[in-house]
């Protein structure tokens, strides 16, 4: 997993709540059995019309949006469990994802591969897509060590909260995996002693 | 000693390590995998030069991704078939048990675990789709994990987690002439919305639950998950112990007796908190119908759509232009085009019943194409047994073979753009049944009145 410190970047801002990951990545895509490729069909009914062209009024396919931070609005990442929505986003090039709630799986998806869900506040998320509005040059940066995220144009900042163990995983490219490995003989001895 | 939920009961008993101000390293009981969430998992193991640590306690099915005609021959989709090939190839490298296409036993994951008699009380369950919560209908902890989740539980058997915060659902009170634990779910997210139970774990109760049979337990707990919620469960009783005693790999004799002491003790001690609390009265709910874009967008089917009033309706403009409906108007007599009974939500033997007695001896309209997909490899047995197959064939259904079909449209079980579709899974999201796909959700009572007339009904004209 890819090393998280800090990112300055524009946005591609997307203002709909509810964003599910059927919409993220549909699942006649989800046939692969690799973790690559995804994000050439990231949001692919939002993105492509029935002939596959790209459709003029979608975010992706306007250049004046561009950079690795996805700005979203409330509840992002519902519905369906499907890892591939996290791998699509982080394929595609995002390393952020920005709104003001996550649904809970997709969080733990996207922290599973190194692609940082940011928590903000309705407020904050508000200012935000009213800076990319007028500027969609406006730059933020999240800053994992100090959990804080700030539009430097604007002047504002906000704290977000990680889970200690994730943001250590995420500063060192670390996974769970290689954590529960390490505990395979408190495993054991749990196997041991249960009763039932 | 401090009073305890059952979820703390049986969440506290699989700790086996606390990562201090982090999560916790859960022992998981069951794992069950299918062909779409797990090849990436499993090459995760090879590139990391493991196997799976406990083989005997994963069991595979294909079922999202497995046409429902002609199971017996090859899958004409490449990709497909070499998804479920794929998966084939990877339970027999790694040592574990598939139910795959042809076997007795196959079909949809959450289907097949409870029928087998492997889905029981007490355990943690876990699976690479969100609708892993339909176990815990048994008075367990069951949820969806994603797909390096399901890497860890094949490397080691356990999962970090957090603990969800707990909340109550009671909903009591007789249910009203055909209203089903389908609307009743439909209700409570209507009212909760799709996140409103987001970081909570649910435990459905009340006399209402209680009067419920498995099946239509499972129902609600399926659908816990479009509340936001990581799971929801429904304390094990006599009703649950009755439906395990005897099936497949459900437990005998002194190991019976003993399990069942344990069960006897899963339920929420008298006076134990849960972080937030909710109450609902059966008498309150209709026959429910969605209109919307999410599952939390339904209304009784009586009742008008909601209206859309000024800016901040943005995403039911979106929603009802998707849909092609009308704020304010009432859905009765809307016309439709598909009806999809099927999926892990309400493709039991229970739903058939019910489907074929409001069915028989009628017709469904000629413009409707309807479409039953059983659960299971053993529930179409048994309709066939019971020739539900007949009443059901005779009325215009099409009884196809097991596999999630049209309630992900990853088959050719789709439904065509702009087309409605009354269907019992468990999502109306934007495509889901297809790309530009309509979809209503219903109970299957529902779904089926709507076949017979050929649009949106109110069933209870349709019962005595
Ligand atoms: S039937 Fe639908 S919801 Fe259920 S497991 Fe299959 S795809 Fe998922």
Not at chain 2, 246 to 264: S, V
Not at chain 2, 384 to 405: N, T, Y
Request: hydrophobic letters at 35%; proline letters at 4%.
């Amino acid at each position: 997993m890819e090393k998280f410190k800090t990112l300055t970047s524009t946005c591609v801002p997307m203002p709909f709540q509810d964003v599910d990951t059927d919409q993220i990545i549909p699942a006649r895509f989800l046939k692969a059995t690799t973790r690559e490729g995804f994000g050439d069909n990231l949001f692919c009914d939002w993105r492509f019309d029935e002939n596959g062209e790209p459709k003029s009024d979608f975010v992706l396919n306007d250049p004046t949006y561009q950079g690795q931070v996805l700005v979203a609005g409330r509840n992002f990442g519902c519905g369906s469990s499907r890892e591939h929505a996290a791998w699509a986003i982080s394929d595609y090039g995002f390393r952020v994802v920005v709104s003001s709630f996550f649904a809970d799986i997709f969080k733990n998806n996207a922290l599973n591969n190194g692609l940082l869900p940011v928590q903000v506040s309705e407020e904050f998320l508000q200012q935000l897509f009213d800076a990319i509005g007028k500027d969609p040059e406006t730059e933020v940066t999240v800053n994992l060590e100090e959990e804080e995220i700030s539009i430097p144009s604007a002047g504002v900042s906000e704290s977000f909260e990680i889970n200690a163990y994730k943001k250590y995983c995420l500063q060192n490219g670390y996974d769970d995996i290689d954590f529960l490995i390490s505990k395979k003989d408190e495993i054991e001895s749990f196997e041991k002693e249960r009763t039932i | 000693m401090k009073q305890k939920t059952l979820f703390d009961k049986i969440w506290d008993s699989h700790v086996v390590h606390d990562i201090e101000n982090g999560p916790q390293a859960l022992y998981i009981d069951r794992h069950f995998i299918h062909e779409v969430t797990s090849p990436q998992a499993f090459a995760g193991l090879r590139s990391r030069g493991i196997g799976v640590f406990r083989p005997e306690q994963t069991v595979a099915t294909a079922d999202h991704n497995v046409p429902t005609i002609n199971q017996h021959l090859p899958i004409k989709d490449a990709l497909s078939r070499h998804q479920v090939e794929t998966l084939t190839k990877n339970c027999e490298e790694f040592g574990i048990e598939l139910y795959g296409l042809g076997h007795p036993y196959q079909g949809i994951v959450h289907v097949i675990g409870p029928e087998l008699g492997i889905t029981r009380p007490g355990m943690t369950i876990v699976c690479g789709d969100s609708h892993t919560s339909t176990h815990g209908a048994f008075g367990n902890i069951a949820f969806g994990i994603g797909t390096s989740e399901v890497e860890q539980v094949l490397a080691t058997q356990c999962i970090l987690q957090k603990k969800p915060k707990s909340m109550k659902i009671e909903v009591n009170g007789p249910l009203k002439n055909g209203v089903l634990s389908k609307d009743i779910v439909l209700y409570i997210i209507s009212k909760l919305t799709t996140s409103g139970c987001t970081g909570h774990f649910v435990e459905f109760c009340g006399s209402t639950i209680e009067s419920l049979s498995m099946e239509a337990r499972m129902t609600i707990c399926n659908m816990s998950i479009e509340m936001g919620a990581r799971g929801g469960m429904i304390a094990p009783d006599e009703t649950t112990f009755a439906y395990i005693k005897g099936r497949e790999f459900a437990p005998e004799g002194e190991e019976w007796e003993r399990q069942l002491a344990y069960w006897q003790t899963l339920k929420t001690d008298e006076g134990a908190e849960f972080d937030t609390s909710y109450a609902f009265d059966a008498e309150d709910i209709e026959p429910m119908i969605t209109y919307g874009t999410n599952p939390g967008m339904g209304v009784g089917v009586t009742r008008p759509v909601p209206a859309v009033n000024g800016k901040e309706d943005a995403m039911l403009t979106k929603s009802l232009a998707y849909m092609g409906l009308e704020g304010g108007k009432n859905l009765l007599g809307h016309k439709i085009d598909y009806v999809f009974i099927g999926s892990c939500t309400n493709s039991r033997i229970e739903d058939l019943r019910m489907v074929a007695d409001l069915v028989r001896g009628k017709k469904k309209a000629d413009h409707v194409h309807a479409l039953i997909i059983p659960g299971s490899r053993q529930v179409e047995a048994q309709a066939r047994e019971e020739g539900l197959d007949k009443i059901l064939g005779e009325a215009g259904f099409e009884l196809r073979q097991p596999g999630c079909s049209a309630c992900l449209g990853m088959n050719e079980d789709k439904v065509p753009k702009g087309k409605y579709c009354v269907s019992t899974s468990n999502r109306n999201f934007e495509g889901r049944q297809g790309p530009g796909a309509r979809t209503m959700l219903a109970s299957p009572l529902t779904a089926a009145a709507a076949a017979l007339t050929g649009e949106i009904t109110d069933v209870r004209t349709m019962l005595n």
